[in-house]
Every structure is written in C-alpha cells, then in structure tokens.
C-alpha cells in the first residue's frame, strides 16, 4: 500500500487556495525544478504533520513549536496573509475503499501573529472519482444575532415548562430545571446519502463472498489479500476490521433498504455551548473545538445513518461509529510512519550526546537495536565503497555514541572523517535499515506457510546526490528501487541529479521497476507560471524508460547533456544529409543497398544506445533471433528514436528490413553456407515451398527446395503459421527506401516497423 497516495496543499507557502498543490504519489516520487518552486515546502509540510501527531492522538492540530523543518510561525506558511488557514489534502478510506480524500482545514490558533499553532475547524471526505463531497463537518463561530436568538428560544422554552407545570399539563419535573449555556458556535453539517448508498452497495457482494468463504479469507496473510484487491481499490484488512462481528445478509440488506429513501442529501447545524467545553471529570482534560468537531461528527453520521449490529454477548454496535474511528485512526497511522532524511546538522564531533532529541541521534539510537549489518546495509556500504561494516557503541554512564565505519581495508574511521556526501549517504542506508526491521511482521497464512511481509511506510530525503560523485548518484536509484520493492518504503525524494532521474529511466527500461512505481513532479516558480507555464508538470515513464524532456525549462540538464543531445543532432542531420547524396549517387542494385547498409553502420557504431536495448528486449523473446538480428533492431529503434522529425526515415526501414533479411539467411545458409543469398531468390524459395508458388524467377531448384522443407520442419513447430505473405511487402519497401528519389515519412516507418513485427512474432513464436 502507497502510504501517501494523495496529497494536497492550499493556500501554504507558495501554492496559493484556489489550485494548490494537489497530486496522487506513487511509489518512489522524484521532486525538482527550479529553486523556490516549492519542492521544500512540499517536503516541509510532511514533516510538519508528522511532528504534530501525539501518542497517536486524534483529531490533530498542526504544531510548529518542534522546528526541524524550520518553517517558523503558523503567518509564515501562508501563501494569502489575510486569510489564517491552510487546506492540507490525505488519503481517506472509507470501509476499505481506497478512493476517497480527506480534506483538513487549520485555523491560526490565536488571532495575533506569531502562533505556532493551527487548530482544525473543517474536513469534508470527498470521492475522487467524481470529486463529490461524501460528507462534510464545518465549525463556525455564532454571530451576535444567532447568539440572542439562541437565548431566546431558551427562555421560550423554559417558560412553556413552567406553564406546563403549572397548568397541570405535565406532573412532574425529571431532573434538574435546565440551566442556560450560552451559544458558542455551530457545526454544520451535510451528508450525501447517494454516494453512500452508492459505496455501501458495492461493497455488499464483496462481504457476501467473504462470510461464503471466511476461512480462505481469514487464513490468507492481510497482506496478501490486499495485494489482490488493492488492484480493485480496496484494502482487504481495512474492511474486514470495520466489522467487530460478523454481520448477516439480512441486517446489510436492511440498512440498504434504510438509505434508499427519496432523499440524496441531509444538512443541519449542530449548537455548540459553553457547558460542552466543560470535562465531566476533573482529572480528564476540558475538550477543545477540534475534539467537539470530531465528536459530534461522530454522532451526526451513527444517527442519521443508524445502522447497528448484535455482538455475541448481546450488546448492539453502531457500525457506523467503528468505521469513522477506524479511518481516522488508520489516517493518523498513516501520517505516523512518515520517516524524513534532512541535512546533517550535528556538530564535526567524535562522539555524540545520547540525552539530545535530534533526528539525528533518534536514528542512532534505533539503528543500534536492529541487525546493523544486514545484507541491505553490507551490499550498499560496499557498493558506494565505503566499507564493510558499521558499529554503534552507547556509553550509558557518560551519555555519550560512538560512530564508526569499518572500511574496505579493514580500518575503523569515525563518521566524522568521511566526506558531508558519504555520511549523508551512511544515514540513508542506515534509515532503511531501520525502517524495514521496524515495519517487519511475521504471520501465518494459509495452511500454516511462513510469511514476511512489511508494514507501509514513506522516506522523504533532502538532495541525496549532495556532494557524491555521478557514478553514486546514479546507484542511489538502485537503492531506493531495492528499498521501495522490497521493504515496502515509499520514497519522496527532492532532487537535481539528472543522474539519478537517467537512471531510473534505465530501471524502468530493464523492468527492474514497474513505469507506474515511478514519477517525476516538475515544479516551477510563481513567475514562470505567470508566463503561462504550469506550476506543476508530471512527468511520467514510459514502458521503454522514456520521458518527455520538452518539459524540462532551459538549465535543468547541464551542459554536457547539452553538448551531448546537440552533437548527436548535429552528427544525424550530416549522416541523412549524406545518405541522400550517397543514394543519388549509386545505381539501383544489390551493392545499393549494401553500401547503404555500411554507412548507417557507421553513423550507429558507439552511439549509446542502452535504453534502445532494453525496448528490444523487453518486446521480443531475443533467444529465437540471431545476435545480429537483435543489434539491427536496437539500431532501429535508435534511428526512430533520434531522427527527431526528420524528413527522411529511408534509415529504420532498411534496418528494420536488414533484421528480416538476416533471419531468413540463418536458414538458407543452411543450404549452401557459402552462397551470396539475396532477399528476393529466398521470398521466393519460401513462397514456393510454404504457399506453393511465387511471382519471382529467381528461385531455388528442387533439390534445395527438398533440402528447404527438412530445414524448415526442424527449426519450426508450425511451417503454416509463418507469415510468409508479408514478405513480398517487406523486400520491396525496404528496396524502395533505398531508392535515390524516395523519403520516407515517420508514419510509413512505424507501418513497416509494425509488419516487420508481425513477421517476427509468428517467426518466435513457432521457433523451436
């Protein structure tokens, strides 16, 4: 499970509160762009909540006292200054279903400037798919006028009693005479019971196969049920445990039969009284505004959707009640597991003061109790070339932690002397390692078998790449793809390392990690958006490792990369220039296209060419194809790749072709190995032998066509499958590329290449 899946921000540093910042993470999320877009406050404000959650304690309101993330008081996260709020945007559940939001508002806790404090005064949890609003909780201040009709309604009330008395109407007084409270605000309230009744009637068939076959359910590890219906947008273990007892189909049905009335909506206002804010005992502290919002949200949703179930010792539960309990409480352990890597700012010291509070020394402390050289932690020490080992020595008597790293030459040197880079680089690993012992459970499944799965968690880091050589910027994608695949870590990360992003790419590309675990999020200043440009792009992955680099503004990949994507521009644009003189100059013939053949060699040797690679390999089965075949078409898909909108894509056509040619001699060098085998007399040795006739004269004779037939039944399964009516097609476009008076379009290349696959995947898929 993606810890954080949606996250949203409004009216906060620079994201102002119409459009914000509002964006679904995925697993590993890269944050760059240029400086003051907003990719710290992003980073900051996570670190905020996580520092503003107590002892698991909600609701929650946002604490600035704690300032690692040196965001000051509440004024100086406000993007409108006069209005004293911010909207902070979570991933919500609602039993279980995964595609609802939860949106949060704070209020400045004191009036004056200078608060370090925000206290909630909204939330409304609203549906992603269609963003309607499922139910929404207001606090508000009573305005005077509302306050006096209050009272007055009071008296009125309470002067009808004393008639009532009086008169003779009512007997007796039951309890104490009421007491005034005066009117401190409202909450108003509104429910949309079509969308409930929308979501609680997809869930019935789920819980219907779940009470069918509970002992599958139950018996498999929580972790892999949700794996199989997270793809469904729910989260098995979530929905499971809304439930205290299991609920029959009946008392379902009749809460079903209960929501479909007339009505879609309910609104109301709920009074708030000064005697609500009093404790009912003296050791229990008063409740504030937020917890009263909380509270009575609560009782607004049990009542108006009352919907309530026997347990096995008689006693009824509100359904309703459980389910909102559990989805603050999984909110707030959300928020709980957020893990954040700032810079380093303890002193250049040998040894550190265990009494002191910094996340520093916290991940010290809770580095010390776990297997501290694990098989991630020796991997990556020794990759980065660090060392070997890490120790951890605490001196309880004197207070005092000892850091050291055994090196690759077995010398012990004290963290202290590596480089800023190496040591940040030290924390990280040390951190998942950490995280992956803390997040480690152990259960039984399904006929006893052993599972280890890991408990969701999320590490936000602060430019890993700071001061490490390229090479290790480049294997820091290695290792957070390692931590986020296996440890279950989602990771943010804010970057300006082209390296890093370059390499995942490769990742992606060699289906190490998955083209949807990864994006990019651009972000840009307040006044490029002003020049009309968005404030914040995505920048997805595409299947081959691909992304789209027009998105990137000037100055984002340096100049080498510069110098490097201008001198291939420059070094194709000569190459087709050339190609063009080279096929006017050259009779139509078989050396035509031979000399052709040579000069896109030429151009192609040493070009980097590794993430063309990995789209080959990833579309065909590489082992059905000769070697040579295989580097024709990395080739190709080079040539298309790089042409950029060139005129002329004759290039990837006669490569494209080359593969198809080469193919067919793998099989009729069989016949005379040293024979000059051309692509027309072997169209038409197969077109005479597998479709029994051909158009071209030039064939083999009888005895090769024998000869022909026994190669063919022992390299293929199915002779008939081949696709050998798709040659004749194949030979002369390839042929027509090569024509001196003929370009080809970007679109007739793509058409070749699609036939030209065609011919290939019935020529795999029957090889032997």
Not at 485 to 509: D, G, M, P, W
Request: with cysteine; glycine share 4%; proline share 2%.
């Amino acid at each position: 499970m993606k810890l954080i899946n949606t996250f949203g921000l409004k009216n906060y540093r620079v994201f102002d509160n119409s459009k914000g910042f509002m964006e679904e993470f995925t697993s590993i999320n890269l944050l760059t762009g240029s400086n003051n877009s907003g990719k710290s406050s992003i980073v900051k404000a996570l670190q905020m909540l996580k520092n503003s959650i107590k002892e698991s304690k909600y609701p929650f309101s946002l604490d600035l006292k704690k300032q690692e993330h040196l965001l000051g008081d509440f004024d100086n996260l406000l993007f409108d200054k006069e209005n004293r709020s911010i909207e902070i945007i979570l991933p919500y559940t609602f039993f279980g279903l995964t595609n609802f939001s939860i949106s949060l508002l704070f209020e400045a806790q004191s009036e004056k400037k200078g608060s370090y404090n925000a206290v909630l005064r909204e939330f409304q949890v609203v549906d992603k798919k269609d963003n309607k609003i499922l139910y929404s909780f207001v606090y508000r201040k009573a305005t005077e006028e509302e306050e006096i009709d209050y009272k007055i309604d009071f008296e009125k009330r309470r002067a009808e009693e004393e008639e009532e008395l009086r008169s003779g109407k009512r007997k007796i007084r039951w309890g104490i005479p009421p007491r005034y409270s005066p009117l401190v605000g409202y909450i108003e309230w509104s429910i949309n019971l079509d969308k409930i009744r929308e979501n609680i009637s997809s869930l019935k068939e789920v819980y219907n196969n779940y009470l069918e076959d509970k002992v599958s359910w139950r018996g498999q590890s929580l972790e892999e049920l949700d794996k199989i219906t997270r793809d469904h947008g729910l989260v098995a273990s979530l929905f499971i445990n809304c439930f205290k007892e299991d609920l029959s189909t009946e008392e379902w049905d009749a809460f079903l039969t209960k929501l479909s009335k007339e009505e879609t909506q309910i609104t109301g206002k709920a009074p708030i009284e000064e005697d609500d804010f009093i404790s009912e005992e003296d050791f229990i502290e008063p409740p504030k505004i937020e917890d009263l919002l909380y509270y009575q949200a609560k009782e607004i949703l049990s009542k108006n959707l009352q919907w309530e179930a026997l347990k096995e010792n008689k006693d009824n539960y509100r359904i309703i009640e459980d389910y909102f309990m559990n989805s603050w409480e999984n909110l707030v352990q959300r928020i709980s597991a957020i893990n954040y890597i700032s810079a380093i700012k303890e002193e250049n010291v040998r040894s550190y003061n265990a009494s002191s509070n910094s996340p520093f020394v916290d991940l010290l402390k809770r580095f010390e109790v776990v297997d501290m050289n694990s098989d991630f932690v020796k991997k990556y020490l020794e990759a980065f070339e660090i060392g070997r080992e890490i120790q951890i020595e605490i001196n309880p008597k004197y207070q005092s932690i000892l850091v050291s790293i055994t090196t690759l030459d077995d010398v012990k040197r004290d963290l202290v002397d590596f480089g800023y880079g190496i040591k940040q680089l030290i924390l990280i690993i040390m951190q998942i390692s950490v995280l992956a012992h803390e997040n480690t459970r152990n259960e039984y499944g399904y006929d006893d078998e052993y599972y280890i799965r890991y408990a969701p968690s999320l590490l936000i880091i602060e430019e890993p790449e700071s001061n490490l050589h390229p090479k290790w910027q480049s294997l820091l994608a290695d290792m957070f793809t390692e931590a986020s695949n296996k440890f279950n870590i989602q990771i943010i990360i804010e970057t300006h390392s082209e390296y890093l992003i370059r390499k995942f790419q490769t990742l992606v590309a060699e289906k190490k990690l998955k083209q949807q675990d990864v994006k990019i999020l651009y972000l840009r200043g307040i006044n490029q958006t002003i020049q009309g440009k968005k404030q914040i792009e995505n920048v997805l992955f595409g299947d081959d490792g691909s992304i789209d680099f027009k998105i990137f503004d000037g100055g984002f990949f340096d100049e080498n990369y510069k110098l490097e994507l201008s001198l291939l521009n420059i070094q194709r644009d000569s190459f087709l220039t050339e190609l063009k003189k080279f096929k006017q100059s050259l009779v139509q013939n078989k050396d035509t296209i031979d000399k052709l053949q040579t000069k896109i060699d030429e151009f192609v040797k040493e070009k980097d060419i590794t993430v063309y690679r990995q789209s080959v390999l990833s579309r065909f089965d590489i082992s059905k194809l000769s070697g040579v075949s295989v580097d024709y078409l990395i080739s190709g898909q080079f040539l298309l790749g790089t042409n950029n909108g060139s005129v002329d894509y004759s290039p990837v056509i006669i490569q494209y072709g080359r593969v198809i040619e080469n193919e067919l001699k793998q099989i009729f060098q069989q016949i005379k190995p040293n024979a000059t085998w051309l692509f027309g007399k072997m169209q038409a040795s197969m077109e005479k032998k597998l479709l029994g006739s051909t158009l071209i004269k030039d064939c083999c004779n009888n005895k090769e066509l024998n000869l022909l037939g026994t190669i063919l039944q022992t390299e293929f399964k199915n002779t008939t499958s081949l696709k050998v009516n798709l040659l004749d097609n194949l030979r002369n476009d390839r042929n027509s590329a090569a024509h001196p008076g003929q370009t080809k379009t970007k679109q007739e290349a793509l058409d070749y290449i699609q036939k030209a696959n065609d011919f290939l995947d019935s020529w795999i898929l029957e090889k032997k």
